[in-house]
């Protein structure tokens, strides 16, 4: 089995320039995360904001931290005062506890807006006219404690390449009208361990991948 730097280092070899790569470190433990910081990683992943938390604490400072889950408004202040990027936000109310936090933290909190185009009931988003209206609504104005950096979309998990690709070439389209207006958008976050390649030919600037680089996950603990 290859090392978790082998394995970072011919994922780095497959990635354009200007693509960043999230390493999605969750359930993982701090062992292995250290493995991929001393390899050169400052950008880590996670789903759960009290396993974020905990690693925060443990791990050196200069790390990036990345909460790519869905998120629970409630959960919002234990982050805030130290999450760089939020991926997965879905309606203004969150984006309105994400600055009010933001706020009393002093900061300023990455945010982008997640699409939903998977055919999969499960998987959270805004539709393209929710994300054209929130973005238009003077609700965002004063929001000056987060940054809409840009776009996430999770494609449908399936083997049918042509779906995933005309998932990711939605968004793509929706992301490049969009930047015209908004010139802050610069990522668009697509693409996983399956999927990076297809959504990088779509345009991804950013991916998020896990198991190939730390193996499979244990979600027995």
Not at 152 to 163: C, I, L, P, R, S
Not at 193 to 217: E, H, K, P, Q, W
Request: hydrophobic share 35%; charged share 25%; glycine share 6%.
């Amino acid at each position: 089995m290859n090392s978790i730097e082998e394995n970072l280092k011919h994922i780095q070899k497959t990635l354009p320039e200007g693509v960043t790569l999230v390493a999605v470190s969750k359930t993982k433990p701090i062992s292995d995360l250290m493995e991929a910081y001393e390899a050169g990683q400052r950008v880590f992943g996670e789903n759960k904001i009290q396993e974020m938390t905990q690693k925060w604490e443990e791990l050196p400072k200069d790390i990036s931290w990345h909460m790519i889950g869905h998120v629970q408004t409630n959960k919002v202040k234990y982050m805030a005062p130290y999450v760089d990027t939020i991926h997965a936000v879905d309606s203004l109310k969150l984006l309105k506890e994400i600055n009010k936090q933001a706020l009393k933290n002093n900061r300023n909190i990455n945010c982008f807006l997640q699409v939903k185009i998977a055919k999969e009931e499960s998987k959270f988003g805004l539709s393209e006219a929710d994300v054209i209206a929130l973005l238009k609504s003077d609700d965002i104005k004063p929001l000056t404690n987060v940054n809409i950096k840009g776009l996430m979309g999770m494609a449908t998990f399936t083997d049918n390449k042509e779906q995933i690709i005309n998932e990711f070439k939605k968004i793509q389209s929706l992301f490049n009208d969009l930047t015209t207006d908004n010139p802050t958008f610069k990522t668009l976050s697509i693409g996983m361990s399956g999927d990076y390649r297809l959504a990088i030919d779509c345009g991804s600037t950013m991916v998020r991948i896990g198991s190939s680089i730390f193996g499979a996950r244990n979600y027995s603990h």
